[in-house]
């Protein structure tokens, strides 16, 4: 009922930049929450960034000021802009959404496939 697609991932070197897109289709009413996780060789999978559906970000503390996240309500998009990658960004990243399919629904945890993404030189 509810797919979310991410896209943007692949290989860069150090220093680079990436940018991450996460369209959510299917049976929505309506996305509080929006977010990216990762997990990478391990390790757990650990939250990079969250925005809500009025535009409140949080940030975990390895990426702040280098990750900004941003979503188009419209669209049901989020974004993960990546800029200043290093070896330590390497990892599988996930799209996280709260969904309400229907108006009698309750909202629902939805999880992307994944798309990785590699930094090395």
């Known amino acids: 009922q509810v797919q979310l697609v991410e896209s943007g991932g692949g290989l860069v070197q150090p220093g680079g930049s990436l940018r991450l897109s996460c369209a959510a289709s299917?049976?929505?009413?309506?996305?509080?929450?929006m977010g990216w996780y990762r997990q990478a060789p391990g390790k757990q999978r650990e939250l990079v960034a969250t925005?809500?559906?009025?535009?409140?970000?949080n940030y975990a503390d390895s990426v702040k000021g280098r990750f900004t996240i941003s979503r188009d309500n419209p669209k049901d998009t989020v974004y993960l802009q990546m800029n200043g990658l290093n070896a330590e960004d390497t990892a599988v990243y996930f799209c996280?959404?709260?969904?309400?399919?229907?108006?009698?629904?309750?909202?629902?945890?939805?999880w992307g496939q994944g798309t990785q993404v590699t930094v090395s030189s």
């Open positions: 925005v809500t559906f009025g535009g409140t970000t």
């Open positions: 299917g049976s929505i009413f309506s996305i509080n929450d």
């Open positions: 996280y959404a709260a969904v309400r399919a229907t108006i009698l629904s309750r909202s629902r945890d939805h």
